[in-house]
Every structure is written in C-alpha cells, then in structure tokens.
C-alpha cells in the first residue's frame, strides 16, 4: 500500500500564495499518477489538478487555472501544488492522491490512495 502525507495548509490573506506538498512512502508502483482534490464547507470534494507519472501531462479545474501549478518530484514521489492569487473560494481541505492510471485521470474514482487532508482557509 501507499501511505500519503501533506502538508502546507493554513490561513492566508485573499491574494496571497500557499504551497501545498505531498510526499508517498510504501509501494509506489511504476504507473502512477498524482493529483490534488479539495472539499469546502458542506459540499462534495472536487478535481484541483492531476500530473502524470512522469510529470509531461497535467490537467486543471477552470477555477484553478492560471493560478494553480501542480508539479512532482519523480525520485522524491513527491507532489506539489503551488496556489496562487488566493481568493475566498479556495477554501477547502486540500487531498492528495495517488492512482494507478499513469497519464493523469481527472475522476476520484480513477485515484486508489489519498492523504488525510490540508486545510486551506482565506481571511479578508
């Protein structure tokens, strides 16, 4: 199995930047891809950002878009995600997960370990 950590979360003021950082220990297979999710306040976890094994593919929710950048850091099986231009609608707890399907799946169901969550909360 596939054990995830991340770390990075916190408070930051609505403009401002945070880097999120997830890093798999245990087996981790050749074929695999990272991505990174996020749950709001009372609603469903949703897609942020997924980047293939070897880190050429990357997809993004159009909320995200030009502000998110999701990286790895292939010796390390490391995955980042750098949030910039923060605004209130980013506040979430921010999951990191790993999947089996090597070039970058979009859907929750595609991923088979996630992390225990950051949380991420914008002040005004």
């Known amino acids: 199995q596939v054990q995830l950590e991340e770390s990075g979360g916190g408070v930051v003021q609505t403009g401002g930047s945070l880097r999120l950082s997830c890093t798999a220990s245990g087996r981790t297979p050749s074929a695999r891809s990272m991505g990174w999710f996020r749950q709001a306040p009372g609603k469903e976890r949703e897609f942020v950002a997924t980047i293939s094994l070897n880190g050429i593919i990357t997809y993004y929710t159009d909320s995200v878009k030009g502000r998110f950048t999701i990286s790895r850091d292939i010796p390390k099986n490391a995955a980042y995600l750098q949030m910039n231009s923060l605004t209130p609608e980013d506040t979430a707890v921010y999951y990191c997960?790993?999947?089996?399907?090597?070039?970058?799946?979009?859907?929750?169901?595609?991923?088979?370990?996630w992390g225990q969550g950051t949380q991420v909360t914008l002040s005004s």
């Open positions: 997960a790993v999947s089996a399907v090597s070039l970058s799946p979009t859907a929750q169901a595609r991923y088979d370990y």
